[in-house]
């Protein structure tokens, strides 16, 4: 049977039909929809895991005990969990362990391009590259049976243009894999100095053996044709590259890592010119460099951004850029994303404004409250920063009023996967610092996601709820508040007196994600024209559903969802509900 | 010869399932086919554009610059955004639909006048359809995007009738086919 299906949704099946047991993941954007699709199948444990580095830890776990493991993660999400990755190297596999990574070239939802296949490199494990989602299932089933042929953890990596490409798939059937029987094996699985330096002669040992096997992984393939140019591609580059030189030799690689020499070399010595066309960094290019070989790559294909078929035919030069289409626009306004009308972050980002706050920020929705009209961001680093970012300015802001002004922001996802250790430190060495978690009671940024402070499981099912308040004051914290987003007065108050205080507080804005309220039916707000004096303080809300129509404010009553944060902020009292009917 | 479209709007107004739909549509019709979209950041009222390609074989899933045959969108100042990416003698459906970015809203910066002029004067088969119109007559306007399709349809006639109505059926919820189904019908006969 055939199947339209997205990359993501390719891995999950792979991961089935293979008879993986367990899934776990953290969300994150490009890689949410596998552990999504994965749940769907009910001979399948899957989890939210509270951060990567727990979810790769329960799912080595579930290794070590025989049975077959997945985790998925955002490029970012592999450094949080790449300590575990580092040992789980020399300790091996005993049921299969597969690591998908999603890279996000072009960062249409990331912080940085950074380039996953350097983790096979230095972790020494083995790494396959899909082109397509056919090839995103079978690597994926694949991944299992090399990881338990070879002991070792397999990486699957695919970015952002397989994980969010939908292409036709074959589908399979189920293959059931029993759960092998545990094993105590401590020279394995402890690793200690003297067990580790014996794992790391197998491990090298390994590799090469791996070497031998994308030597002749039937996906690493030569595809014979022009013998005057020769492209060697990965990933998705090898779909454009193939749209570009339809006529050129290929070898196509797969299996990218442990990177396979001789048929490289067999390859060069067929051809007599060498493109490598990879997005990232010239990862391939330089393992063929390695070999004497020379190539065009890096130095003509940019190492920023994302590729397509007219940016590799252009900087080939296959097409010029004289003649790409230039039309003949007027200025085009840009259209950022924005916090939602009625988003129970929007009230903060007034107040810290209004306050002149130093907002030390995190990951999440919320980093919209960085962009104008709300400009009320400082900093965002990466997941859980927030936290230690603003003790540590804290610490060298000697004057008072200044180091007053600095708040922590983070969101409630965020803080349970890598906030609370932030805050213990703070605690530990007497920082002082306002911190606000915004608990919206979901992961709203990847799709809505459950966590341990909404007490759901990935499976919709009922887990146990963390009690935040109640997790904070355990570590010592006595001041800590739950407010009402939508009281900017309540807001303000709170958000002033904990300032000043010269001992740690923790202020908690507790409102659900208004995309989790669609099923309600709001009352809408108006604005009434003859109080209305067109000052726009109500645009500063930054609210989508409110623009000036003439010299008016305007409300779209489709949009709004009654929040009131406007109405509060109205200087006129020109706004009310609009009446119901 | 394979075809290449490119669906773009805002956030929110149906693009991803819209590009579900025709991608199956061209799978049913016994094409090889692909579509790119992008999730996360852009969904919050942010521009949106998927592609579909589809073919006897297709390699990329994604549209560079002069690649588009056809531009179907769904706000009008995102086919200006999204110009570049069109062949030169490439067409574009619109339905004459605006909707201000937020930094339009409030006052920071402007939305450009005469759009549809501005696209009229750069490409030379321009079909504006009144698409939101008919989504609102229907009593839904969250089914403009399948009356895009519908509109979209007359000008790829080998996409089949009944690859259509399958895709449909698939891709929305059982309640809403038949609104769904009339609404591609609406399409059909707008232009
Ligand atoms: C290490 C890492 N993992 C995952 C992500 C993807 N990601 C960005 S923000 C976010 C969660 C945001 O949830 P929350 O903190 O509750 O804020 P909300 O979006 O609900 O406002 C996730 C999962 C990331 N950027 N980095």
């Known amino acids: 049977m055939k199947a339209l299906l997205s990359g993501n949704e390719a891995v999950a099946r792979g991961a089935w039909e293979g008879g993986v047991h367990v899934g776990c993941a953290y969300p994150g954007t490009p890689s949410t929809e596998i552990m999504e699709a994965l749940s769907q199948y009910p ?39 790449a300590d575990p990755l580092f040992s789980l190297s020399y300790i091996g596999a005993t049921g299969g362990l597969v690591i998908v990574t999603c890279d996000d070239p072009g960062m249409h939802s990331s912080q940085n391009e950074q380039d996953n296949r350097h983790y096979a490199r230095s972790a020494k494990v083995p790494l396959l590259e899909p082109s397509d989602s056919q090839e995103a299932k079978e690597f994926t089933r694949l991944a299992f049976e090399i990881s338990e042929e070879f002991d070792t953890p397999v990486m699957v990596r695919l970015t952002t243009r397989i994980s969010h490409s939908k292409s036709i798939v074959e589908l399979g059937e189920r293959k059931e894999v029993p759960v092998k029987e545990y094993v105590k094996d401590v020279k394995k699985r402890v690793i200690l100095p003297a067990h580790a330096r014996e794992r790391h002669g197998f491990v090298e040992e390994r590799m090469e053996r791996l070497r031998k096997y994308a030597e002749e992984f039937p996906y690493n393939r030569i595809e014979e044709g022009d013998p005057e140019l ?12 193939k749209e570009v030189f339809p006529e050129a030799s290929f070898l196509k690689l797969s299996m990218v890592w442990p990177f396979p020499r001789e048929l490289v070399r067999r390859f060069a010595s067929k051809v007599k010119k060498i493109i490598v066309v990879e997005e990232n960094d010239p990862f391939i290019e330089e393992q063929v460099r390695l070999l004497g070989i020379e190539v065009t790559g890096k130095d003509k294909i940019p190492l920023v951004g994302e590729l397509n078929p007219t940016r590799v035919a252009v900087c080939l030069g296959v097409k010029k850029e004289e003649e790409l289409p230039k039309p003949e626009l007027p200025h085009i306004p840009k259209r950022p994303p924005a916090l939602c009308p009625g988003c129970p972050h929007t009230g903060v980002f007034n107040v810290i404004r209004k306050l002149k706050l130093i907002a030390t920020g995190d990951i999440g929705c919320y980093t919209l409250g960085t962009l104008p009209p709300l400009n009320a961001m400082d900093t965002c680093v990466e997941m859980g920063a927030s936290i230690g970012n603003a003790f540590g300015m804290q610490l060298v802001m000697k004057d008072d009023k200044l180091r007053k002004k600095v708040v922590a922001v983070i969101g409630d996802s965020t803080f349970f996967h890598s906030g609370i250790t932030g805050l213990i430190n703070l605690y530990y060495n007497r920082g002082i610092t306002t911190v606000i978690i915004l608990d919206n009671r979901t992961t709203a940024m990847t799709g809505h996601q459950d966590h341990p402070g909404t007490g759901k499981t990935a499976k919709g099912e009922k887990g146990r709820e963390v009690d935040l308040v109640k997790l904070i004051k355990g570590i010592g914290i006595e001041h800590v508040y739950v407010v009402n987003p939508y009281d900017l007065k309540e807001l303000t108050e709170v958000i002033k007196r904990e300032i000043e205080r010269e001992e740690p507080s923790v202020i908690i804005p507790r409102a659900p994600c208004v995309l989790l309220r669609r099923g309600e039916k709001f009352t809408p707000m108006r604005v009434i024209e003859d109080k209305c004096t067109g000052c726009r303080v ?44 | 010869m394979t075809k290449s479209i490119v669906i773009c709007g805002v956030g929110g107004q149906g693009i991803l399932v819209a590009s579900d739909i ?19 950041m852009s969904q919050r009222g942010g521009d949106v554009i998927s592609t579909v390609r589809y073919g006897e074989k297709v390699y990329s899933p994604l549209i560079g610059e002069g690649m588009a045959d056809i531009i179907l ?15 030169p003698d490439g067409k574009v459906i619109v339905t004459d639909f605006r909707l201000d970015p937020l930094p339009v809203a409030c006052g920071l910066d402007e939305y450009p006048d005469d759009v549809i002029g501005w696209i009229k004067k750069n490409v030379s088969d321009v079909h504006v359809v009144d698409a939101v119109k008919v989504a609102v007559e229907l009593g839904n306007i969250r089914v403009t995007n399948v009356v ?5 349809s007359g ?16 891709r929305v919820p059982q309640k809403y086919v038949d609104l769904n189904l009339t609404a591609f019908e609406r399409g059909c006969n707008i232009s």
């Open chain 2, 22 to 40: 025709l991608s199956l549509a061209a799978m049913y019709s016994g094409f090889d086919a692909k579509k790119s979209e992008v999730h996360g």
């Open chain 1, 43 to 81: 001979e399948v444990y899957t989890e939210w895991s509270v951060n990567e580095k727990v979810s790769l830890e329960v799912a080595s776990g579930a290794s070590f005990a025989g049975a077959r493991a997945m985790v998925a993660m955002k490029h970012v999400g592999l450094n949080v969990a």
């Open chain 2, 73 to 87: 969108g769904f706000e009008k100042l995102e086919v200006l955004r999204n110009l570049s990416l069109l062949k």
């Open chain 2, 148 to 152: 895009m399709l519908g509109a979209l």
């Open chain 1, 230 to 241: 020769g492209i060697i591609a990965d990933s998705v580059a090898y779909m454009y590259a």
């Open chain 1, 538 to 581: 109500c645009l500063k809300v930054g609210c989508p559903a409110i623009s000036m129509r003439g010299d008016k404010a305007r409300i779209d009553p489709f949009l709004c969802t009654g929040c009131t944060l406007c109405q509060q902020t109205c200087p006129f009292g020109a706004i009310e509900f609009v009446e119901e009917k």
């Open chain 2, 155 to 170: 000008h790829i006639p080998e996409i089949k009738k009944e690859a259509w109505e399958q895709a449909i059926r698939e």
